[in-house]
Protein backbone atom coordinates (compact mmCIF):
# COMPACT_ATOMS: atom_id res chain seq x y z
CA UNK A 1 0.00 0.00 0.00
CA UNK A 2 1.35 3.41 -0.80
CA UNK A 3 1.91 5.25 2.02
CA UNK A 4 0.34 8.88 2.64
CA UNK A 5 1.33 11.99 2.90
CA UNK A 6 0.63 14.62 5.32
CA UNK A 7 1.34 18.00 5.48
CA UNK A 8 2.17 19.87 9.09
CA UNK A 9 2.11 23.75 9.52
CA UNK A 10 3.61 25.25 12.08
CA UNK A 11 5.87 22.06 12.86
CA UNK A 12 9.16 23.24 13.89
CA UNK A 13 8.30 22.91 17.38
CA UNK A 14 5.17 21.98 20.00
CA UNK A 15 1.94 20.79 18.48
CA UNK A 16 2.75 20.51 15.12
CA UNK A 17 6.13 18.60 15.55
CA UNK A 18 4.18 16.25 17.67
CA UNK A 19 1.81 15.76 14.81
CA UNK A 20 4.62 15.25 12.47
CA UNK A 21 6.35 12.37 14.75
CA UNK A 22 3.36 10.86 15.39
CA UNK A 23 2.26 10.88 12.34
CA UNK A 24 5.98 9.29 10.77
CA UNK A 25 5.15 6.75 13.43
CA UNK A 26 2.48 5.67 11.45
CA UNK A 27 3.91 5.09 8.53
CA UNK A 28 2.79 8.43 6.62
CA UNK A 29 5.00 10.78 4.47
CA UNK A 30 5.28 13.91 6.79
CA UNK A 31 6.03 17.29 5.26
CA UNK A 32 6.62 19.80 7.56
CA UNK A 33 6.28 23.50 7.11
CA UNK A 34 7.09 26.72 9.17
CA UNK A 35 9.28 29.78 8.75
CA UNK A 36 12.24 28.46 10.88
CA UNK A 37 13.71 26.55 7.81
CA UNK A 38 17.27 25.39 10.08
CA UNK A 39 14.71 23.91 12.78
CA UNK A 40 12.51 22.62 10.90
CA UNK A 41 15.60 20.56 8.59
CA UNK A 42 16.72 19.53 11.84
CA UNK A 43 13.43 17.97 13.21
CA UNK A 44 13.04 16.26 9.38
CA UNK A 45 16.50 15.13 9.48
CA UNK A 46 15.49 13.46 12.94
CA UNK A 47 12.48 11.95 12.05
CA UNK A 48 14.60 10.44 9.15
CA UNK A 49 16.87 9.67 11.35
CA UNK A 50 14.42 7.39 12.99
CA UNK A 51 13.32 5.56 9.77
CA UNK A 52 10.55 8.00 8.97
CA UNK A 53 10.38 9.97 5.66
CA UNK A 54 10.07 13.99 6.08
CA UNK A 55 10.09 17.25 3.63
CA UNK A 56 11.20 20.33 5.13
CA UNK A 57 9.43 23.36 2.81
CA UNK A 58 10.19 27.04 5.09
CA UNK A 59 7.66 29.20 4.12
CA UNK A 60 5.17 31.68 5.95
CA UNK A 61 1.55 30.46 5.97
CA UNK A 62 -0.06 33.67 5.53
CA UNK A 63 1.76 34.21 2.13
CA UNK A 64 -0.55 32.59 -0.51
CA UNK A 65 2.79 31.94 -2.66
CA UNK A 66 4.15 29.80 0.21
CA UNK A 67 1.21 27.99 0.42
CA UNK A 68 1.20 26.98 -3.35
CA UNK A 69 4.97 26.42 -3.21
CA UNK A 70 4.19 24.27 0.03
CA UNK A 71 2.32 22.23 -2.40
CA UNK A 72 3.75 21.80 -5.29
CA UNK A 73 6.95 20.95 -3.26
CA UNK A 74 5.16 18.18 -1.97
CA UNK A 75 3.68 16.93 -4.90
CA UNK A 76 6.94 16.77 -6.54
CA UNK A 77 8.82 14.99 -3.43
CA UNK A 78 5.59 12.22 -2.75
CA UNK A 79 3.59 12.54 -5.45
CA UNK A 80 0.36 12.79 -3.33
CA UNK A 81 -1.22 14.86 -0.58
CA UNK A 82 -3.73 12.65 1.80
CA UNK A 83 -4.02 15.14 4.66
CA UNK A 84 -3.66 18.75 5.80
CA UNK A 85 -3.44 19.82 9.19
CA UNK A 86 -3.71 23.35 10.03
CA UNK A 87 -1.83 24.33 12.92
CA UNK A 88 0.57 27.12 12.36
CA UNK A 89 -1.26 29.97 14.58
CA UNK A 90 -0.49 32.91 16.60
CA UNK A 91 -2.26 34.39 19.72
CA UNK A 92 -1.10 37.81 19.36
CA UNK A 93 -2.22 40.32 20.04
CA UNK A 94 -3.32 39.89 23.53
CA UNK A 95 -5.14 43.24 24.10
CA UNK A 96 -8.80 44.95 24.78
CA UNK A 97 -10.60 45.44 21.62
CA UNK A 98 -10.09 49.58 22.57
CA UNK A 99 -6.31 49.76 22.41
CA UNK A 100 -5.18 46.90 20.01
CA UNK A 101 -4.12 47.62 16.50
CA UNK A 102 -6.04 46.89 13.53
CA UNK A 103 -3.02 46.15 11.81
CA UNK A 104 -2.48 43.08 14.49
CA UNK A 105 -5.52 41.98 14.14
CA UNK A 106 -5.33 41.86 10.10
CA UNK A 107 -2.10 39.81 11.10
CA UNK A 108 -4.07 36.86 13.42
CA UNK A 109 -7.01 36.55 11.15
CA UNK A 110 -4.24 36.23 8.18
CA UNK A 111 -2.61 33.22 9.69
CA UNK A 112 -5.01 31.80 11.78
CA UNK A 113 -7.92 31.91 9.24
CA UNK A 114 -7.13 32.92 5.62
CA UNK A 115 -3.31 30.48 6.18
CA UNK A 116 -5.70 27.74 6.17
CA UNK A 117 -8.04 28.71 3.55
CA UNK A 118 -5.14 29.33 1.21
CA UNK A 119 -3.33 26.05 1.44
CA UNK A 120 -6.65 24.16 1.48
CA UNK A 121 -7.56 25.56 -1.94
CA UNK A 122 -4.23 24.95 -3.36
CA UNK A 123 -3.96 21.08 -1.72
CA UNK A 124 -7.94 20.67 -2.86
CA UNK A 125 -7.07 18.50 -6.26
CA UNK A 126 -5.02 16.04 -4.48
CA UNK A 127 -6.86 15.75 -1.33
CA UNK A 128 -10.18 14.96 -3.91
CA UNK A 129 -7.90 12.54 -5.51
CA UNK A 130 -7.22 10.52 -2.27
CA UNK A 131 -10.64 11.34 -0.30
CA UNK A 132 -8.00 13.03 1.99
CA UNK A 133 -8.94 15.15 5.14
CA UNK A 134 -8.27 18.51 6.23
CA UNK A 135 -7.45 18.38 10.19
CA UNK A 136 -8.52 22.06 11.67
CA UNK A 137 -6.34 22.60 14.71
CA UNK A 138 -9.10 25.19 17.11
CA UNK A 139 -9.50 25.82 20.36
CA UNK A 140 -11.82 26.31 23.64
CA UNK A 141 -11.64 29.65 22.34
CA UNK A 142 -13.41 29.31 18.88
CA UNK A 143 -17.10 29.32 21.30
CA UNK A 144 -16.57 31.33 24.49
CA UNK A 145 -14.82 34.83 24.87
CA UNK A 146 -11.68 35.26 26.46
CA UNK A 147 -10.96 38.79 27.36
CA UNK A 148 -7.69 40.54 26.01
CA UNK A 149 -7.86 37.51 22.89
CA UNK A 150 -10.61 39.03 20.65
CA UNK A 151 -8.55 38.48 17.56
CA UNK A 152 -7.76 34.57 18.48
CA UNK A 153 -11.45 34.09 19.36
CA UNK A 154 -12.56 35.60 16.02
CA UNK A 155 -10.41 33.79 14.30
CA UNK A 156 -10.97 30.28 15.75
CA UNK A 157 -14.41 30.74 15.98
CA UNK A 158 -14.31 31.95 11.88
CA UNK A 159 -11.75 28.39 11.50
CA UNK A 160 -14.45 26.40 12.91
CA UNK A 161 -17.24 27.69 10.34
CA UNK A 162 -14.34 27.59 7.72
CA UNK A 163 -14.25 23.98 8.75
CA UNK A 164 -18.13 23.38 8.30
CA UNK A 165 -18.11 25.04 5.02
CA UNK A 166 -15.68 22.84 3.96
CA UNK A 167 -17.69 19.92 5.11
CA UNK A 168 -20.78 21.09 3.00
CA UNK A 169 -18.54 22.11 -0.02
CA UNK A 170 -16.41 18.95 -0.39
CA UNK A 171 -17.76 15.53 -0.60
CA UNK A 172 -14.52 13.99 -1.54
CA UNK A 173 -13.14 15.46 1.88
CA UNK A 174 -13.49 14.89 5.24
CA UNK A 175 -12.89 18.15 7.39
CA UNK A 176 -12.56 17.70 11.45
CA UNK A 177 -11.69 20.90 13.72
CA UNK A 178 -10.04 19.85 16.87
CA UNK A 179 -9.39 21.34 20.50
CA UNK A 180 -6.18 20.57 21.45
CA UNK A 181 -6.69 21.73 25.21
CA UNK A 182 -4.36 23.83 26.71
CA UNK A 183 -0.83 22.65 25.70
CA UNK A 184 2.83 23.53 26.80
CA UNK A 185 3.82 25.52 23.95
CA UNK A 186 5.37 28.92 22.70
CA UNK A 187 1.60 30.20 22.56
CA UNK A 188 1.70 30.07 26.46
CA UNK A 189 5.30 31.41 26.74
CA UNK A 190 3.45 34.28 24.78
CA UNK A 191 0.32 34.56 27.27
CA UNK A 192 2.62 34.11 30.68
CA UNK A 193 4.72 37.23 28.90
CA UNK A 194 2.32 39.18 27.16
CA UNK A 195 -0.69 38.49 29.31
CA UNK A 196 -0.15 40.91 32.10
CA UNK A 197 -0.87 43.78 30.58
CA UNK A 198 -3.41 42.75 28.14
CA UNK A 199 -5.93 40.52 30.10
CA UNK A 200 -7.83 41.20 33.34
CA UNK A 201 -5.43 40.07 36.57
CA UNK A 202 -7.98 36.98 36.88
CA UNK A 203 -7.70 35.55 33.83
CA UNK A 204 -4.00 35.95 33.35
CA UNK A 205 -3.13 34.18 36.97
CA UNK A 206 -5.66 31.17 35.66
CA UNK A 207 -2.72 30.79 32.48
CA UNK A 208 0.37 31.41 35.53
CA UNK A 209 -1.09 28.84 37.64
CA UNK A 210 -1.85 26.25 34.72
CA UNK A 211 1.92 26.36 34.04
CA UNK A 212 2.95 25.97 37.94
CA UNK A 213 0.55 23.76 38.89
CA UNK A 214 1.90 21.83 36.14
CA UNK A 215 -1.66 21.40 34.35
CA UNK A 216 -0.36 22.27 30.76
CA UNK A 217 -0.52 19.22 28.75
CA UNK A 218 2.74 17.82 26.67
CA UNK A 219 2.23 18.65 23.25
CA UNK A 220 2.31 14.79 22.43
CA UNK A 221 -0.95 13.98 23.77
CA UNK A 222 -3.01 15.81 21.71
CA UNK A 223 -0.60 15.72 18.68
CA UNK A 224 -0.67 11.77 18.60
CA UNK A 225 -4.62 12.19 18.49
CA UNK A 226 -4.13 15.01 15.82
CA UNK A 227 -1.95 12.50 13.94
CA UNK A 228 -4.50 9.76 14.09
CA UNK A 229 -7.29 11.88 12.98
CA UNK A 230 -5.55 13.20 10.01
CA UNK A 231 -5.07 9.40 8.89
CA UNK A 232 -8.25 8.14 9.96
CA UNK A 233 -10.89 10.60 10.96
CA UNK A 234 -13.89 8.69 9.80
CA UNK A 235 -16.18 10.41 6.83
CA UNK A 236 -19.05 10.65 9.64
CA UNK A 237 -17.34 12.94 11.22
CA UNK A 238 -17.08 15.59 8.69
CA UNK A 239 -17.40 18.76 9.50
CA UNK A 240 -17.45 18.46 13.20
CA UNK A 241 -15.68 20.26 16.25
CA UNK A 242 -14.16 17.40 18.48
CA UNK A 243 -11.88 17.08 21.32
CA UNK A 244 -8.90 15.92 21.29
CA UNK A 245 -9.55 13.82 24.25
CA UNK A 246 -13.24 12.78 23.86
CA UNK A 247 -13.87 8.92 23.95
CA UNK A 248 -14.71 8.39 20.56
CA UNK A 249 -11.39 9.76 19.69
CA UNK A 250 -9.46 8.07 21.92
CA UNK A 251 -11.20 5.17 20.81
CA UNK A 252 -9.77 6.01 17.42
CA UNK A 253 -6.23 6.42 18.72
CA UNK A 254 -6.14 2.79 20.85
CA UNK A 255 -7.31 1.32 17.72
CA UNK A 256 -4.96 2.96 15.40
CA UNK A 257 -1.59 4.82 16.98
CA UNK A 258 1.77 3.38 17.93
CA UNK A 259 2.67 4.95 21.24
CA UNK A 260 6.34 6.71 21.43
CA UNK A 261 8.57 6.07 23.96
CA UNK A 262 9.81 8.81 26.14
Known amino acids: MTAKTIIVTGASRGLGLAVARDAADLGANVVLFARSAEKLEQEAQAIRDEGGKALAVPGDISLEADCRRLVERTIAHFGRIDALVNNAGIIEPIAPLAEASIETWRQN ?10 LTQAALPYLRQNRGRV ?20 AK ?17 TAVAVRPGVVDTEMQAVIREMGAAGMPESAY ?3 VRLRDEGDLLPPEAPGGAIAVLALFAPRDWDGEFVAWDEERVQELVRKYATRREG
Open 109 to 118: LLTNVLGPVM
Open 135 to 154: INVSSGAATYAIPGWGAYCT
Open 157 to 173: GALNQFNRVLAVEEEMV
Open 205 to 207: QRF
